[in-house]
């Protein structure tokens, strides 16, 4: 089944517009924000990236200034997503490194050829690609299919071409929510994605923002400190659907595009469905 772009990005922008969002204060408070969130000591730190403790306390009590070389080297050594790298390079006074660019960019062009392939192979199961946020930015044909039925709307009705927040859509209670059987299991799981982009990010930012609006949802800030103590035989979370009368059971997993160099291949994340039991085969397979 053809692929199709359900929400395109936010238009072009350059590398510094890209991260022109900051969330420190300077370089200092952000080497120490990142230093300490991956639980390096000074020491560790030095060993790892061959740079005395000395000057490493020097940069985080804004002492020393960083070279651009020395900023992209910590960046790579303590693993710090590539917005976040152009974020400390901004408050060194630096041009951001990493280009963030759209999906539909000539030089991105291999990327989204490999995206629609992927999609295309996962029928008639559905798959989406969402960014950071869970922006819906592609999904395939059995994805939308899905997606219309749990909101019912009509089959020949296109899903919004932006402005689909896929969490959103799953944790509003007027929204998928309401057919899944267990939704405080599958809300709570999904918080910790956002959750995770939002430590990264800091306060202020668009993920804490998000986080936010999503606990603001009835019933879900009660979840997300619950901790799930149920023991399943199943060896992960399946989401249970209900609805009209039909009973499916899914799994998900999520990849990566590997070794990115932008931002938004960076941010891009593929999520594909799976049938549980051979029901929810057969009912794909039927739609198909």
């Known amino acids: 089944m053809a692929t199709s772009q359900v929400a395109s990005q936010s238009p072009a922008r350059s590398a510094g517009q890209a991260s022109g969002n900051r969330y420190f204060n300077d370089f200092a408070a952000a080497l120490r924000y990142w230093r300490g969130k991956r639980g390096y000591s000074q020491l560790r730190l030095s060993t790892e990236s061959h740079i005395s403790q000395r000057h ?3 940069l985080e009590s804004g002492r020393s200034q960083p070279s651009k070389e020395l900023i992209l080297k910590l960046g790579t050594v303590l693993d710090i997503p590539l917005r976040q790298r152009n974020v400390m390079l901004l408050a060194a006074g630096f041009a951001p490194a990493y280009q963030e660019r759209k999906l539909s960019d000539p030089e991105l062009q291999s990327v989204k050829q490999a995206l629609d392939f992927m999609l295309a192979q996962q029928a008639p199961y559905p798959a ?7 922006n819906l930015v592609m999904s395939n044909g059995p994805a939308a299919l899905m997606i219309r039925w749990l909101l019912d709307m009509p ?3 296109p899903l919004p071409r932006e402005g689909v927040n896929v969490l959103k859509l799953i944790l509003d209670p007027a929204g ?31 993920a804490t923002l998000l986080l936010e609006e999503l606990l603001a949802f009835p019933g879900i ?12 035989a199943l060896p992960f979370l399946a989401m249970q659907i209900g609805k009209d009368g039909v009973e499916l059971n899914l799994f998900t997993s999520i990849a990566t595009m590997g070794t990115p160099h932008d931002v ?4 891009l994340r593929i999520e594909s469905f799976f049938p ?3 029901t929810t085969a057969a009912w794909f397979k039927h739609r198909a």
């Open 264 to 267: 938004t291949v960076h941010e």
């Open 128 to 134: 989406l690609v969402v960014d950071r946020l869970w």
């Open 155 to 157: 089959d020949s009705q």
């Open 276 to 278: 549980a039991d051979e």
């Open 176 to 206: 998928i929510r309401k057919h899944l059987r267990n939704w405080q299991e599958v809300c709570a799981d999904l918080l910790h994605w956002i959750q995770r982009e939002a430590m990264s990010d800091g306060p202020g930012s668009e």
């Open 221 to 232: 800030k009660a979840v997300s400190q619950t901790p799930n103590l149920d023991t399943r």
């Open 56 to 58: 490493i306390s020097f």
